[in-house]
């Protein structure tokens, strides 16, 4: 028979479970203070440590907030996207001119860093994003330069989607900072 065992049947009935001494609950010990730490911008004459970097709060240094930040992103990537969705295929079996590759990675490349750059935080997004639309409308202009498809309502399409994504990282750099 153990201490811990529980009731127990026996000759003349049930046995009650033997009553054990119950230690004292131990009492937490007293916890420090919350310090409170300021974000990654104070006020002036607060001070106080940065936010360590493992806490997920960081600066964006384009000076929007994450979620502008990232709907822009999302928006120049779905810009896009749409831009060869609306074009029709070509009509006549056509060789792909080697001369528009560089073009066309150029303008792969461009758009995908601005993005990832934009979604981040980078300074250099909006710069990176001009740049992609730049390329976004050389595309547009090539397609009927190389016989691709004739000009109709979606090259005026895929202009407007490339002048979205060239002009909201023209209004992003006009309102940077220049003396950082």
Same mark, same amino acid.
Do not use: K, N
């Given at each position: %028979?153990? /201490?811990?065992?529980?009731? &127990?049947?026996?000759?003349?009935?049930?046995? @009650?479970?033997?009553?054990?001494?119950?230690?004292?609950?131990?009492?937490?010990?007293?916890?420090?203070?919350?310090?409170?730490?300021?974000?990654?911008?104070?006020?002036?004459?607060?001070?106080?440590?940065?936010?360590?970097?493992?806490? +997920?709060?960081?600066?964006?240094?384009?000076? =929007? *907030?994450?979620?502008?930040?990232?709907?822009?992103?999302?928006?120049?990537?779905?810009?896009?996207?749409?831009?060869?969705?609306?074009?029709?295929?070509?009509?006549?079996?056509?060789?792909?001119? %080697?001369?528009?590759?560089?073009?066309?990675?150029? *303008?792969?490349?461009?758009?995908?860093? @601005?993005?990832?750059?934009?979604? &981040?935080?980078? &300074?250099?997004?909006?710069? =990176?994003?001009? @740049?992609? +639309? /730049?390329? %976004?409308? =050389?595309?547009?202009? %090539?397609?009927?330069? $190389?016989?691709?498809?004739? /000009? +109709?309502?979606? *090259?005026? @399409?895929?202009?407007?989607?490339?002048?979205?994504? =060239? +002009?909201?990282?023209? $209004?992003?750099? $006009?309102?940077?900072?220049?003396? $950082?």
């Amino acid at each position: %028979m153990y /201490v811990d065992d529980p009731a &127990r049947p026996t000759l003349i009935g049930w046995a @009650a479970p033997p009553a054990h001494a119950t230690p004292p609950a131990p009492t937490p010990a007293p916890q420090p203070a919350a310090v409170e730490s300021p974000g990654p911008w104070s006020p002036p004459g607060r001070s106080g440590p940065p936010p360590a970097p493992w806490t +997920g709060v960081r600066a964006r240094s384009d000076g =929007l *907030t994450p979620f502008v930040g990232r709907l822009i992103a999302g928006s120049f990537a779905v810009a896009w996207i749409l831009c060869p969705l609306v074009e029709p295929l070509p009509a006549d079996d056509l060789p792909y001119p %080697m001369w528009q590759l560089p073009i066309d990675l150029a *303008t792969v490349g461009s758009i995908v860093v @601005a993005v990832v750059v934009l979604w &981040r935080g980078g &300074r250099l997004g909006a710069l =990176l994003g001009a @740049a992609a +639309g /730049v390329f %976004m409308l =050389l595309e547009t202009a %090539m397609c009927p330069i $190389a016989g691709h498809t004739t /000009v +109709g309502w979606w *090259t005026w @399409a895929q202009t407007g989607l490339s002048l979205v994504v =060239l +002009g909201v990282s023209a $209004a992003l750099l $006009a309102r940077q900072d220049t003396t $950082a």
